[in-house]
């Protein structure tokens, strides 16, 4: 599975900016998908996820009311909406993609995209 995102970029505080995530390769048995931060000198963390099943989403209370994750399964891509931005929310933004086959879950990352919230 590879995963490339698009859609950061540089905007100022209560702007708005909207990413994407493209899977291709073996989609089959993705399970779930969703969009981890990580701002310099910090670990990775998670921003939302949404389940490929039933589309339940889940997001971390820093953004809840402001980010909102959707997924188009036809296109094979995941959206997060980013409203009323903060500085605080700067920070490489990565796709993350688990998929299960059997017994085994594999992970996969794509490869960032900076977003930069100027105050």
């Known amino acids: 599975v590879q995963l490339v995102e698009s859609g950061g970029g540089l905007v100022q505080a209560g702007g708005t900016l909207k990413l994407s995530c493209t899977a291709s390769g073996n989609t089959f048995r993705i399970n779930a998908m969703g969009w981890y931060r990580q701002a310099p000198g910090k670990r990775r963390d998670m921003v939302a996820t949404?389940?490929?099943?039933?589309?339940?989403?889940n997001y971390v209370d820093a953004v809840k009311g402001r980010f909102t994750i959707s997924r188009d399964n036809a296109k094979n891509t995941m959206y997060l909406q980013m409203d009323s931005l903060k500085p605080e929310d700067t920070a490489v933004y990565y796709c993350?993609?688990?998929?299960?086959?059997?017994?085994?879950?594999?992970?996969?990352w794509g490869q960032g995209t900076q977003v930069t919230v100027s105050s």
């Open positions: 949404i389940l490929s099943g039933d589309g339940s989403t």
């Open positions: 993350y993609a688990q998929q299960l086959i059997g017994d085994a879950v594999d992970d996969y």
